[in-house]
């Protein structure tokens, strides 16, 4: 008779998730996803090839969720870019550990370099709340995106204190506005 499966590939996912939340990226081995789950490594490596097959399954399971966040928060909000800038710096304040494991890492080996600042999906939202052509929704699109994700990584570091949500909104349409100014581009009133 087969033994009886104790832990599901969901289940490992789910303590390695609890366990960088708490500890960070570094502290994925399987020895600790193996104390979390409260069992061996034997289930780690029989539902994955290794370490990194898991680590990079809570990658995309992290960013799978956050991206679904943003879509959500943007389909809601009369000005979606702003709503995914928000989304973006609340990912970063309330989960940096996280934050820390999605977007602070080398990507030199991943081939992905530059993967979600070429990610066009921000373009037609900044296009269809500003009423600005493509170009210029990329022009404001990169200096928008530097800024923002410079806040993220200051929550995530606990460099800066943490905002209020009305405070970092303010600075976003603040970066924003700027931007367009710069470009010749007029910001519709809030």
Known sequence: MPPMVRF?????????CRLVRREGPAALNARAVAKELGGSTQPIFR???????????????????????????????????????????????????????????????????????????????????????????????????????GMAVCFATKYMPCMSDEQMENLITEGLRAAATQLGVTFPAA
């Open 47 to 149: 539902l994955f090839t290794g370490m990194e097959e898991l680590r990079s399954e809570i990658i995309r399971l992290t960013d799978e969720k956050l991206c679904q966040q943003m879509t959500d928060n943007a389909a809601n909000s009369s000005n979606p870019y702003i709503a995914v800038c928000m989304t973006y710096l609340r990912f970063s304040r309330d989960e940096p550990q996280l934050f820390k494991l999605l977007f602070m890492r080398d990507r030199s080996s991943e081939g992905s370099i530059g993967r979600e600042y070429k990610h066009d999906w921000g373009f037609p939202m900044i296009e269809a709340s500003i009423g600005v052509d493509r170009e210029t929704a990329i022009k404001l699109y990169e200096r928008t995106f530097f800024h923002t994700h």
């Open 8 to 16: 599901t590939r969901e289940a490992v996912l789910e303590a390695a």
